[in-house]
């Protein structure tokens, strides 16, 4: 008759971990850290809801504009300072409707992705990658229309203005957190004073806009 043995034939390895009986040793580690996140997150969300902002105001004036083409829309204070006169052209309307109408659909998800970081949310890496091939894809479109004001129209739109600082904003930000946390297939970078080269960046466009008018700018410093 066989006999049963009171001990198991097949025993499964204990784990040690803390005193909580928690695996410390093999409990996995955050998908992504939230901290070093928040400051990207908050410029995303403040961004995103300015874009928002300037957008449906620039998209308001241009529809008065072209229900009434008399009407002078709230952001026309000088020839230079004119969203009217680069409302009326072929680069207010890229994709064939206003750009205002891309803001509108592209600026509410900046910001509410940036709430979700700036709430300590972790973004999976994919989302961050959207988020660094939306705001590159700003970027550059941001800097076409600059030349076609600066160069081309010879006009500049104030609430526009505002669109391209938001943009470059979010676009510096986004990046510098992807370098940090090594998404862009890097090792994972300090950067450190990364505030200096965005600064620089606005002082750039803003030394072009003077070249561009210097009569203009000279006259608001009272030259």
Request: with cysteine.
């Amino acid at each position: 008759m066989a006999t049963i043995s009171s001990q198991p034939t097949d025993v499964l390895p204990v784990v040690r971990g803390d005193d909580r009986g928690v695996d410390v040793t093999h409990a996995p580690a955050a998908v992504e850290p939230t901290t070093t996140s928040r400051g990207a997150g908050g410029v995303l969300l403040v961004g995103g809801l300015v874009g928002v902002v300037v957008s449906l105001l620039l998209l308001l004036d241009k529809l008065a504009l072209l229900a009434d083409p008399t009407f002078v829309p709230s952001c026309s204070i000088d020839p230079v300072l004119s969203c009217g006169t680069i409302m009326r052209t072929a680069q207010a309307s890229v994709l064939g409707f206003p750009n205002p109408v891309i803001g509108l659909a592209t600026f509410p998800v900046a910001a509410a992705l940036g709430a979700l970081v700036l709430g300590g949310t972790a973004l999976p890496r994919w989302a961050w990658w959207g988020l660094q091939a939306g705001t590159t894809a700003g970027m550059l479109f941001v800097h076409w229309l600059i030349v076609q004001s600066l160069v081309v129209i010879g006009a500049l739109c104030p609430w526009c203005m505002v669109a391209w600082v938001a943009v470059i904003a979010m676009f510096w930000s986004v990046t510098v957190e992807n370098l940090r946390a090594g998404r862009l297939g890097g090792a994972p970078a300090s950067l450190r004073g990364h505030g200096w080269g965005l600064a620089a960046w606005y002082l750039v466009i803003v030394v072009a806009i003077v070249a561009t008018f210097p009569g203009w700018a000279a006259g608001l410093v009272g030259l």
